[in-house]
Nanobody, 124 residues
Framework: QVHLVESGGGSVQAGGSLKLSCAAS?????MAWFRRDPGTEREGERE????????????TYADSVKGRFTISRDNAKNTMYLQMNRLKPEDSAMYYC????????????????WGQGTQVTVSS
């Protein structure tokens, strides 16, 4: 069992930046960020943002965030981060971190453990 706690969400104007954190109770898992637009309910509707392996390797980013968001992790602190720059109103969503045993992926079904989410709101 892995317990995940996100933090760092908030409200920001378009063009601004936020840095999300995800503290994990256990190390050694691939971890990823997802987001869900307001009004969607099903897990499958969560958009994968980026994933990072236990060794710090980052695969692809979602096209919608490439060049603006950066995923990273600090294994000494069991914490993953998402630096979000040049935020847009369409980035507004609930952001979730996830950990799993199936390797890095942007598919929600690949992850076993989820945090409760942190809200990001970007105003125009």
């Amino acid at each position: 069992q892995v317990h995940l706690v996100e933090s760092g969400g908030g409200s920001v104007q378009a063009g601004g930046s936020l840095k999300l954190s995800c503290a994990a109770s256990t190390a050694g898992y691939p971890m990823a960020w997802f987001r869900r637009d307001p009004g969607t309910e099903r897990e499958g509707e969560r958009e994968g943002i980026a994933c990072v392996t236990p060794g710090g390797y980052v695969g692809t980013y979602a096209d919608s965030v490439k060049g603006r968001f950066t995923i990273s992790r600090d294994n000494a602190k069991n914490t993953m981060y998402l630096q979000m720059n040049r935020l847009k109103p369409e980035d507004s969503a609930m952001y979730y971190c996830a950990a799993g045993t199936s390797g890095c992926s942007l598919r929600p079904s690949s992850f076993n453990y989820w945090g409760q989410g942190t809200q990001v709101t970007v105003s125009s």
